[in-house]
C-alpha cells in the first residue's frame, strides 16, 4: 500500500458518539497485527457469519489488492475488517466492505459501528468516483441493521447467497 491511497496511514479517534472513552483506531495490516488478529473470534453462533480471520489472511495473501485491517481500542487489537477495490465498467471504483469482526470479547462496546464509520470516512475522502458497498450473511441481524443504520439499502443477493447493500445516504450529490 502506498502513500496517497485510501489503504495506507491509519485512522482514529474517541468515541464521542456512543459515549465511550476508549481511542479506537483503524490501522492497515502489518505482519505484528496480523499476528494479533489471528487470535481474535467471534461466538460459535456467530461463526457462519463471517470467515475466519486466518482464512481472510490467506485469501490476502492470494489477492493483494485487498486492504485489510486491524482494529484498535487503546492500543489493543479488538477486530478485523477489509474491503476489496474494483473498478466497475463504467470507471466508478467499488469498495466492498467486508469480512468485518470484533473479538467475542469486546463485542457490544460500540467498536464494530465506529470501526465501520471510520472505514467509510476514509473511503469517502477518496476523490474517484466511488460506490461503497458491503455484503452479508442472510440472517445476520445485527450486521443488517448496524449497515441500515449508517445508510446502506439492500439492493440484491449474489451469487453465494450474500445480501449486497450499498451506502446512499451518504454519497448523493458527492460522487464524482
Ligand atoms: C457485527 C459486529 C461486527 C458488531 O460489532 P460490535 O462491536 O459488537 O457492535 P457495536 O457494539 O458497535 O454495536 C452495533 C449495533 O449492533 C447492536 N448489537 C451489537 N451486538 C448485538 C447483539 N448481540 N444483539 C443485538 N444487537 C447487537 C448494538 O446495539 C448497536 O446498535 P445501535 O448502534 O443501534 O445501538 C460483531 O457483532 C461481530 O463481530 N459479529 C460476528 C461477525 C459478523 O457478523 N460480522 C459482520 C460481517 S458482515
Redesign the pocket.
Known sequence: MSGGKPGAGSVGGTGEA?GLTETLTVEPLTAALSERVLRLE??PA??R??ASNSASLEDYRAEPDLRPFAILADGAV??F?MYEESPDDDGTIEFN????????R???????????EMLIARLLADPRPRRIT????PG????R???A?LGFVETEVDEDGEIIAELVARLSGRRG
Open positions: 456512543t467471534v461466538t456467530q461463526s457469519f463471517v479488538v477486530g475488517a466492505i467486508f469480512r468485518l469482526m470484533i473479538d467475542r469486546h463485542q457490544g462496546r460500540g467498536y464494530g459501528r465506529r470501526a465501520l458491503t455484503c452479508f450473511v445476520n441481524e445485527v450486521a441493521r448496524m449497515y443504520s
